[in-house]
């Protein structure tokens, strides 16, 4: 214990009541900063009661060293904390003491009567060396702090008083009282479990000199967005409530009550009501969560041997098997010491083998458990060379651990045509020999199978997921070139090969009857063949004057290239991301820049693609015949499909708007709009929804809804905070999100924008050493995320293709079940 060269007597005491607290088995945890150990000579002084007893009471110390009148603050917290401490269930109350006599701190008998102490105001120095050290020794022997916000400006040179506040506020900000909207994150901690997820209320706003975030848990920010900040504002990332085991006790910080009437809000009581229980013992929470440190992210597998994909090919998709075990796909490029074959002349142009690899947990061995014979190894660079067929997608069937069953979305060689240049693309079911980890490849049913065009890239998808009721979603890409729209709306009808278009997905994505820049549904039955589950888009019977067709597999038509879903199986939604077109800035004649996409899905529907975008932005038409030439806007709520490529309906039905779209620019651009609901797409009009994002380079990732499982055993499970979060990431990791999010589910299904958002960047770490390129990552059953990086470099497996594992090791709720206060749960 650190005690500043105390007096004989003062070290005693301290030491005395840090000892007792051990005995009394009361250390919520290891301390917050590493101190040398207590002088074993001074640990035989008679044992001191822990903080509080059996009696639950909190001290309201409100000295300050400003000069001028007590804070009008003082009255009002005490007022508030006594009322508090009054209502509530019976096992929950508590007594309330209030001075304004630092001396306390000095006094071991009347110090070590509380459960916590409540720091109202600042100003300045109020406690000299020795009453910090008792305050230092109180919260080692597993005591209580509460702050409130201008306590961040008490002992200003203190270290360890700023370790236990979390911050300190900047000299700069916006001083007067504003109504701002408060994002409430943690859904599970006492203080903010009951309150709105959007949270809107006056105070007057602090900003921090250092930003906590990692640091601490934080339980709730301030969006900055709606109101003034001021000089020294934080940007998104704004904390204002948060807490921390600290030096063997517990300390919640909250830079909201700045203001006499802040007391008298019900919801900010709750939020008070809250963290006073937690500080005092009363009530368990998890205050560990979002702290950095207390996350590891690991690497599985080893770099290939030479030539060989023994532990890795060109990652593309991953699933979780109940037993643990981690099966991953490679697309089809080999390393870059195989050949490339891109002339059409040559039967094996574009031969590529897609592997699937097995991960062990419980060996920590790789296992290449088979491999297809794909077309997808056919080069880089231009999107006439270039391509993204390959093995796409996995899934588990859901009885798995009984059948071994796996499901594969790949582009078979045997099956191109040179000569059209047209392929086959399936999804089949294959048998893997759970004892050995060995595919069977002869075990092959093919379940589906449609036609894609291999003249010009792009644009595959490929991920698949079930939902609770063994319906199998299929996502799958366009099928279509971005190089002849300028990377605007692709709806240039003219290119083609052999009177296939390559560069109109209104042939595909925009067609009601092709599988291609759809979301499929689908019901695998066990003879290898599906059924249609109620709820589709289309039943496959629908026709128009024009003789148009529908698919009935379609759930979700226009998207663009959604190479991974999820399926939420506690609620059966549908959460999916796709990649966005190429233009760098919006156009004033063709639309909006390029917006990579993230929905949430409740039900089917039409998400716009080639016509609209983001929340219903159109595109502008083409004319024939120079496609060069603009025609009218799309109309989003009434789109038609007028394309010489359609063979489908050419009405269609209504765009449903997306929750989460980015550009370079920012993260949910938005433009004025006129009387005909069309934007302006004049960037110095611009406003952004989505503050926490941006792009660039940019290629969405969508990530799993994380669902806490109580009963695991699993010692490296995330923590109940995260459940229900959605993770959104992107491919690349420099401005790109990599974030858990909230969303409405009042208006989730219907674009509504997401409600909270906080990085996952220091935990699912970025950089040429960690997870740079991110291509899919999923919970498994053990509650550990688990992650496949790309590696550096395009269609080739290297050295950096790795699958990855971020364990949690912050430990469960505190205090211990055995340290509350009255026995209390």
């Known amino acids: 214990m650190h005690l500043r060269g105390l007096s004989t007597r003062r070290r005693g005491w301290a030491a005395a009541v840090a000892a007792g607290a051990v005995a009394a088995g009361l250390m919520s945890g290891p301390p917050a900063s590493a101190r040398p150990a207590p002088d074993p000579s001074l640990t035989t002084m008679s044992i001191k009661s822990p903080p509080g007893g059996a009696n639950v009471r909190v001290l309201i110390f409100y000295g300050s060293a400003a000069a001028g009148d007590e804070s009008p603050l003082v009255n009002a917290g005490i007022e508030a904390i006594e009322k508090i401490g009054l209502t509530g269930p019976v096992n929950q109350r508590f007594k309330v003491e209030a001075t304004d006599d630092a001396s306390v701190f000095t006094d071991e008998a009347k110090l070590g009567r509380y459960n916590a102490i409540v720091f109202p105001t600042g100003g300045g120095d109020v406690l000299d060396p020795e009453q910090e050290a008792g305050l230092e020794a109180y919260m080692e022997a597993g005591g209580g702090f509460v702050g409130l916000h201008d306590a961040a400006r008490a002992e200003p040179y203190s270290e360890w008083f700023t370790g236990l506040i979390g911050a300190r506020p ?25 309150l709105p997820v959007q949270w809107k209320r006056p105070d007057r706003w602090l900003n921090w000199t250092k930003n906590p975030t990692g640091t601490v848990h934080t339980v709730a920010r301030v969006r900055e967005s709606t109101y003034r900040p001021g000089a020294g504002s934080g940007g998104w990332d704004h904390p204002v409530s948060w807490c921390r085991d600290y030096d063997g006790g517990r300390s919640f910080y909250t830079g909201m009550g700045g203001t006499v009437s802040s007391y008298d809000e019900t919801d900010f009581r709750t939020h008070l009501r809250g963290a006073l229980l937690w500080t005092t013992r009363l009530v368990q929470a998890d205050c560990t969560a979002t702290i950095t440190g207390n996350y590891t992210a690991e690497r599985l597998t080893r770099p290939n041997q030479p030539g060989q994909n023994d532990q890795i090919g060109e ?67 231009d999107e006439l060379v270039k391509v993204e067929e390959g093995l796409l997608g996995i899934e588990l069937d859901p009885r798995f651990q009984e059948n071994g069953w796996v499901y594969l979305h790949y582009t078979p060689h045997s099956r191109i045509d040179r000569d059209t240049r047209m392929a086959e693309r399936r999804v089949s079911r294959f048998t893997l020999d759970l004892a050995t980890n060995k595919l069977d490849l002869s075990s092959e049913k093919v379940l589906l199978k449609w036609p894609v065009q291999i003249h010009s890239c792009c644009h595959a998808g490929g991920g698949m997921a079930w939902d609770s009721k063994g319906n199998l979603y299929i996502a799958t890409g366009d099928n279509n070139s971005s190089r002849f729209s300028d990377g605007y709306s692709g709806n240039n009808p003219e290119p083609n090969y052999k009177g296939v278009s390559f560069a109109d997905a209104r042939r595909t994505a925009g067609n009601t009857n092709n599988l291609n820049g759809k979301i499929l549904r689908i019901h695998p039955e066990p ?176 990530g799993p809804v994380y669902r806490y499982d109580a009963t695991s055993t699993s010692a490296t499970k995330w923590p109940a905070y995260w459940d229900g979060k959605w993770f959104v990431g992107d491919f690349y990791d420099a401005d790109q999100p990599r974030n858990a999010v909230i969303t409405d589910p009042k208006t989730h299904g219907d674009g509504g924008l997401p409600v909270h958002s906080e990085s996952l960047k220091k935990i699912v770490p970025t950089g040429n050493d960690g997870i740079k390129n991110l291509m899919d990552w999923k919970f498994g059953p053990d509650g550990a995320l688990y992650v496949l990086d790309y590696g550096r470099g395009f269609f080739t497996s290297d050295a950096k293709s790795a699958l990855w594992r971020v364990t949690y090791s912050g430990g469960g709720a505190t205090p211990a079940a055995d340290q509350l206060a009255r026995g209390a749960r």
């Open 170 to 194: 900047a000299a700069s900000g916006p001083g007067t009282v504003q109504r701002a909207t408060v994002e409430v994150g943690d859904r599970s901690h006492p203080a903010t479990k009951d």
């Open 315 to 381: 990652p593309h998709g991953l699933v979780t098997a109940p037993d643990g075990r981690v099966l991953y796909i490679g697309r089809g490029g080999a390393d870059s010491s195989q050949p490339v074959i891109t002339d059409w002349n040559n039967p094996d142009i574009g031969k590529g083998k897609g592997e699937i690899h097995v991960y062990d947990p419980k060996t920590g061995q790789v296992t290449l458990a088979g491999a297809l014979t794909v077309f997808g190894n056919k080069g880089g660079g």
């Open 527 to 702: 003879d290898g063949t599906y059924t249609l589950p109620e709820g589709n888009l289309f039943t496959g019977r629908e026709t128009d004057e024009g003789g148009g067709r529908t698919r009935g597999e379609i759930y979700v038509m226009g998207v663009r290239n959604p190479a991974r879903i999820f399926v939420d199986k506690s609620t059966d939604i549908l959460y999916a991301g796709w990649v966005g077109p190429d233009a760098g800035a919006p156009s004033t004649t063709w639309g909006p820049a390029k917006y990579d996409t993230f929905a949430v899905i409740t039900q089917a529907g039409n998400r716009g693609w080639p016509y609209c975008m983001g929340n219903k932005q159109p595109y502008r038409d083409r004319n024939l015949p120079d496609p060069s030439k603009p025609l009218g806007w799309y109309d989003c709520d009434h789109p038609k499909n007028e394309s010489p490529n359609n063979d489908g309906l050419v009405d269609l039905p209504p765009v449903t708007g997306n929750n989460i779209w980015y550009s370079p620019q920012g993260g949910a651009p938005d433009f004025p709009r006129d009387a005909n609901g069309v934007p302006s797409y004049k960037q110095e009009e611009s406003r952004y929804l989505l503050p926490w994002l941006k792009g660039g380079g940019q290629a969405a990732m969508n």
